[in-house]
């Protein structure tokens, strides 16, 4: 307040003026205390936000069923894996035996001198990647052993497996024989060996004579001892052992059959072909021998007229190396020829095959003269993305530098095979094919340092495969990590622990709401102080609309429980919340299963073909009858007529492939596919034309993919993978073997979405996904129909829980247009608007001021002039009295 200093002012005008406006203030206290109150209830609002808030926290752990039914998976030996379970596991204990990791396969080149110099001539050439399973062993083929082994033996110290001597010596006669000796040592070498079939020289009984005994000789034909033909002394040739008669004793049933059977030999040809063999499986030595006494003409090699003295032939056979684990075989020794091996490390799969796995994506990458070096073929591989990591490795030799190529993927499924084509009718380079080139059942230019395999493993004594190190299902709802081989128990047990600390909480949390309400809605008759929120209807609602809430049975519950109190949870007389945990207990004991219904939101079906996906707030509990008038199917492209036997791909053979596409269409949902070239039965064609398309990253980095099968009637079938109204695909040529030549010219059929009703409610249908309408009892509903047929498909059932409805009431309550959102609102609102009264009310008093202090500053001087015209008349009639 402004204050005016008078000089000779009679009155006190600020005094005045203040006393005045004192009282003309006075009801801006009572604006005040409007704003308290206010800003009191606002207060408590915050404090009942709160509260509800921590309440729908406390929830959190509750609005799902499947939070229910957790379990836990412990090892008994965490460094041999690691594992963890989901709700559909079962427990129990099981026993884990791991024997093997799965690892990826890696392939190496030969060695070259630089890895920056160019290979070959730079003429375009395509390196195709396919993935697949190698059947046939992985090892070393031998030869036949040298024919004086079967005399002399195998000296000790001619050989050597992976630095493993072997122990043979001069009883190591035969393949058979050897093999035994490197078998004895396959723990340590990590390789078996395995004898081939000993077979006679199948020219041996060419030009076989009759023979002749007339001579007064004897004859006797034996073959691995065991005699096949004879002849005593005096028989004219014919009359005896002839080619014939050796064919009409091998005739079964005979007993000279029966005794080669007996020892282990079998035969083909004949004698009187001259192509007649013998062999013996298990690679040990054969002998054939003539036993000849006296004067004898006719046999083995003689006319029936040249003489024979006897002769003894030894056939013997070789061995092969197969590794245990895949790995290339080192083989040395002072004489490793005498093994019928050769000196050096190496491998290949022996009379192996390739299966492609169509589900494992391919793809290629193209060398030209602008990438034809080591590092430049690496970067492009890399570059390429393609499921395979090109590295340079140095050995330090004169040749020091090899690419290698390592599956990005585990398993015994992930095996490459390499193929290389060049353009049009032009050949891959040939530099390149040499050493890139890696076919399992063909060429294998590059070498297999390391092989692609599976974790293998026993649960409870059961035989599991896997190809990764991430077991997944062995054991139902369990995922193992396996880290090292080794045996462990595993137990699976329910996580009844972390449900009780759940409901606990949440009784906990309502304990403190119910507290948060009453303290501020009640009246406390110690302290004689209402709650801030006594009366407060808004708060009254929130509180009834919870309680009523939780004392409700559930809807639409199929189990064992539909409230509260089943479990043991219940209303105090004081309105808190009590758990009986004995209660509570029993009902995990044996309906673990139904408590989680009791909480969370649950939809089931009575088709197993139909799954429930998701429900909204807006969703009514309740059961639906499911009609289906329409399946979802995908966008697929057919051909025309049934596949040949046998397709071939050109080399350079590229398509354009566009895939769920859009309208307008959009340029992002077409690329260019390679098929790599190749001869191809339908099933083969078939896996090679899905994994090319897959193989894109165009596709496969916006969730796309195909299928491509081949189906009853024998014709090529390409779908997208995707059902629906968006789900279509079509091929076009580019270059090499044309779409047309496979298709036939046939048109593709776009994907449809799925229709219906559920409870006779509309809904919407996007690919095999179906959803309740807006406005609908089934709003927000989501199931899935995977499969099926269309018709009555049983019914839907859907309920929610306490915790799921009170989490979406609490949602509600604190939401924008929620109760105490809105009743804030409200109340920020009061304030500003009694903050504008005072304000406009303080403007009032400004004016009053002014106007009092002119008032009275006026009254002040005219006051202050009479005083002087007083004192003046004063001082005149003194005067005047003086002088009378």
């Known amino acids: 307040m402004a204050t005016i200093t008078t000089t000779g002012s009679v009155l006190d005008v600020n005094s005045i003026v203040s006393q005045l406006m004192t009282v003309e203030q006075q009801p801006l206290a009572k604006y005040d205390q409007k704003t308290a109150s206010y800003q009191a209830t606002l207060s408590a609002y915050g404090s009942l936000s709160g509260a509800v808030g921590a309440f729908q926290t406390a929830l959190g752990g509750l609005t799902k069923a ?7 998976a412990t090892p008994g030996n965490k460094d041999i894996f690691s594992a963890s379970a989901s709700s559909k596991a079962v427990a129990g204990n099981y026993k884990v035996n791991v024997t093997q990791l799965a690892q990826a396969q890696t392939l190496t080149t030969a060695g070259i001198a630089s890895n920056k110099s160019a290979i070959g001539l730079g003429g375009k050439t395509t390196l195709s990647f396919q993935f697949g399973s190698v059947s046939g ?26 630095g493993t001597a072997i122990a043979t010596d001069s009883t190591t006669t035969s393949a058979r024989a050897l093999a035994e000796a490197i078998n004895a040592k396959s723990t340590t070498t990590g390789v078996t060996a395995t004898a081939t079939a000993t077979t006679s020289d199948a020219a041996l009984f060419g030009g076989f004579g009759d023979v002749s005994t007339a001579g ?36 079964g049933p005979s007993t000279v059959l029966t005794a080669l059977t007996n020892a282990g030999i079998s035969f083909s040809g004949s004698a009187a072909g001259g192509d007649l063999k013998f062999s013996r499986a298990d690679g040990a030595n054969l002998q054939i021998e003539e036993v000849v006494s006296g004067g004898v003409t006719g046999g083995i090699g003689k006319s029936a007229a040249q003489a024979n003295v006897g002769s003894s032939v030894t056939a013997v056979s070789g061995i092969s190396l197969s590794s245990t684990t895949a790995s290339p075989i080192t083989v040395a ?73 390592t599956s990005n993927a585990t398993g015994a499924n992930a095996s490459m095979k390499i193929s290389l084509s060049g353009t049009d009718t032009d050949p891959p380079d040939a530099a390149l094919a040499d050493l890139l080139g890696y076919d399992p059942g063909g060429a294998q230019k590059m070498t297999q340092t390391s092989a692609a395999q599976d974790t293998k493993l026993t649960v409870n004594g059961i035989a599991v495969t896997s190809k990764s190190n991430n077991v997944g299902e062995a054991i139902q709802g369990v995922t193992l990590t396996v880290t090292q081989t080794g045996s462990s128990t595993l137990a699976v047990s329910r996580n009844t622990s972390q449900v009780k600390t759940n409901v606990e909480a949440f009784v906990k949390a309502y304990n403190d709401l119910n507290g948060t309400l009453k303290k501020l809605t009640g009246y406390n008759s110690e302290t004689k102080a209402a709650g801030a929120l006594q009366g407060d209807a808004t708060a009254t609602s929130i ?99 049934a596949v040949p036997a046998s397709t071939t791909i050109a080399a350079n053979t590229t398509w354009a492939v566009t895939l769920n596409d859009t309208t307008p269409s959009d340029s992002k949902n077409t690329a260019t596919v390679t098929i790599p070239a190749g001869t191809y039965t339908p099933a083969e064609l078939a896996k090679v034309i899905q994994s090319s398309i897959n193989g894109i990253s165009t596709f496969s980095n916006d969730g796309k993919s195909v299928t491509a099968s081949i189906d009853s009637n024998g014709k090529l079938v390409v779908a997208s993978a995707k059902y629906g109204s968006l789900s279509n695909i079509s091929l076009s040529s580019t270059s090499g073997t044309t779409v047309d030549s496979l298709f036939g010219g046939a048109a593709a059929v776009a994907g449809v979405d799925v229709a219906g009703t559920l409870g006779g409610h509309p809904v919407v249908g996007s690919g095999q996904t179906m959803t309740g309408l807006a406005g609908t009892d089934v709003e927000g509903l989501k199931i899935d129909i995977t499969g099926g047929t269309t018709g009555p498909r049983g019914t839907v059932s859907f309920s929610q829980g306490y915790a799921y409805q ?31 009264q005072r304000d406009a009310f303080s403007d009032k008093l400004a004016g009053i001021e002014a106007r009092y202090r002119k008032q009275y500053s006026a009254l002040d001087v005219m006051l202050a002039n009479m005083q002087t015209t007083s004192s003046y008349l004063t001082q005149q009639l003194a005067a005047l009295s003086s002088n009378m």
């Open 66 to 72: 499947t939070d229910f039914n957790a379990l836990s």
């Open 137 to 162: 062993g992985f090892g070393l083929p031998g030869t036949k052993l040298a024919s004086n082994i079967a005399a002399s033996g195998i000296s000790n110290g001619s050989l050597t497996i992976n």
């Open 216 to 251: 007064g000789g004897t004859y006797a034909l034996k073959v691995g001892g065991v005699e096949i033909g004879a002849q005593a002394a005096g028989a004219a040739a014919g009359a005896g052992v002839t080619a014939a008669s050796i064919d009409a004793a091998l005739a």
């Open 333 to 405: 020794g002072s004489n490793p020829a005498a093994a019928g091996l050769t000196a050096g490390t190496g491998g290949t799969y022996l009379g192996g095959g390739f299966t492609q796995d169509a589900n494992i994506a391919s793809g290629t990458v193209t060398i030209d003269s602008t990438n034809n070096s080591l590092e430049g073929i690496r970067d492009a591989v890399n570059k390429a993305n393609i499921g395979v990591t090109a590295t340079i490795v140095s050995d330090g030799s004169d040749k020091p530098y090899h690419l290698v190529f």
């Open 543 to 641: 509180q009834s609309q919870i309680r009523r809430m939780m004392t409700s049975n559930i809807t639409g519950l199929t189990g064992a429980f539909s409230n509260l109190g089943q479990v043991g949870i219940s209303f105090a007389k004081d309105g808190t919340l009590s758990l009986d945990s004995s209660k509570f207990q029993k009902a995990i004991d044996k309906n673990f299963a139904d408590i989680g219904a009791l909480f969370g939101a649950v939809g089931n079906t009575t088709d197993n073909l139909v799954s429930f996906s998701s429900s909204t707030a807006a969703t009514k509990p309740g059961t639906y009858d499911l009609s289906i008038t329409q399946m979802a199917s995908q966008g697929s492209l057919t051909s025309g007529a």
């Open 806 to 836: 009170l989490n979406n009431l609490a949602t509600t309550m604190l939401g924008k247009t929620g109760q105490i959102t809105s009743r804030t609102d409200g109340i920020n609102k009061s304030i500003k608007d009694v903050e504008k």
